[in-house]
C-alpha cells in the first residue's frame, strides 16, 4: 500500500523560511517522480514543484527562485525547501506520486505577520 506522509508545515513570518518533508512508504522509492501541490482557502488545488526519478525539477512560476523541490532515495523522502515566504503561500501543501495518484493527507503552511 502506497502511503505519504507529509510535516513541516507551521506559522511563518513574511520572509521567513519553511521546510516541507513528505515520507514515503510502499513504493520503490527511486523510480517514481514526486510533487507537491497546495490548495489556498476559496481555491483549486496546484502544483508547486516536481521531481523526475532522476531529479529534474519543474516549478510553478509564482513559487520560482524561492522554493526548491528536493529528494533523498536513501530517506524515502521527498523536501520543499520554501524561502521569502509571502502570506499567498499560505494553504495546505499536499504531497503526491502522479503514478500512483496518490496524496497525502496535507501539511497547513500559514505566512502571517
Known amino acids: 500500500q502506497v502511503q505519504l506522509v507529509e510535516s513541516g508545515g507551521d506559522l511563518v513570518q513574511p520572509g521567513g523560511s519553511l521546510r516541507l518533508s513528505c515520507a514515503a512508504s510502499?513504493?520503490?522509492?527511486?523510480?517514481?517522480?514526486l510533487a507537491w501541490y497546495r490548495q489556498a482557502p476559496g481555491k483549486q488545488r496546484e502544483l508547486v514543484a516536481h521531481?523526475?526519478?532522476?531529479?529534474?525539477?519543474h516549478y510553478a512560476e509564482s513559487v520560482k527562485g524561492r522554493f526548491t523541490i528536493s529528494r533523498d532515495n536513501t530517506e524515502n523522502t521527498v523536501y520543499l525547501q520554501m524561502n521569502s515566504l509571502k502570506p499567498e503561500d499560505t494553504a495546505v501543501y499536499y504531497c503526491?506520486?502522479?503514478?500512483?495518484?496518490?496524496w497525502g493527507q496535507g501539511t497547513l503552511v500559514t505566512v502571517s505577520s
Open positions: 503526491y506520486i502522479p503514478t500512483f495518484t496518490t
Open positions: 510502499g513504493i520503490t522509492f527511486n523510480i517514481y517522480a
Open positions: 521531481i523526475s526519478s532522476r531529479g529534474s525539477t
